[in-house]
């Protein structure tokens, strides 16, 4: 059983789910407030009748994942406060640095480990970390724009970006795999914490 705080319901998270919900007894939150539009399903697992409708009501049902229940708003730095939750680990899924640093504070609120998904164009990538590490081996460590920027996605994922650099959707795809690998080595039938703690 593996309990998640699993923040933005698009590409990454629409790749992830299917692997993650046959390995787990998957329950906890799937957060995100965005309404798919169609030029989102040339990168995303989605039906087309789910278009207009929101991307984690529909992520849920169609990768048929009964353990998880969506919640349609975005998330805040006082979201804990808001909607305490229980977690075994935070997964961010989003391209943006407000809500990547919301979703780092959701972790140490919530005293658990979070997983952060990412890709650009050429390359993909997953951090696993816990708020109980020192500071030098985290995230905002690591990539300190995203303690101060206040922008948006720094990549446009659709339409002409796609067809210009086509990988993106296997970005996507090999972003969450890395994800998924992640939450395995730690959480899953064999995990351990301590013995794959990593040299900080």
């Known amino acids: 059983k593996l309990t998640v705080a699993i923040i933005g319901a698009g590409g990454v998270a629409s790749y ?3 692997a ?12 995100d407030a965005d309404i798919l539009e169609e030029h989102n399903l040339d990168r995303q697992i989605f039906p087309k009748h789910a278009i207009g409708k929101p991307k984690a009501e529909q992520l849920i049902r169609y990768h048929n994942c009964k353990g998880l229940k969506a919640v349609t708003e975005y998330i805040g ?18 391209d943006n640095p407000p809500a990547r640093r919301a979703a780092l504070k959701l972790a140490s609120d919530i005293k658990c480990p979070i997983v952060i998904g990412a890709n650009e164009y050429t390359t993909s990538q997953a951090i ?39 990988q993106l959707a296997v970005a996507n795809q090999v972003s969450a795999a890395f994800v998924n690998y992640l939450l395995w080595l730690w959480h899953g039938e064999n995990g351990n914490h301590e013995e794959h703690r990593l040299e900080k």
Request: proline share 11%.
């Open 16 to 18: 992830m789910l299917p």
């Open 20 to 31: 993650l919900n046959n390995s787990f007894d998957l329950q906890g939150l799937l957060i």
């Open 77 to 94: 730095d006082d979201f804990y406060s808001k909607l305490p939750i229980v977690a075994d680990v935070v997964i961010c899924l989003v």
């Open 128 to 166: 696993y970390w816990n708020p109980d590490w020192p500071a030098t081996s985290g995230p905002l460590f690591r990539y300190p724009n995203m303690a101060t920027s206040e922008g948006g996605s720094p990549i446009r994922c659709t339409g002409e970006a796609l067809e210009s650099d086509p």
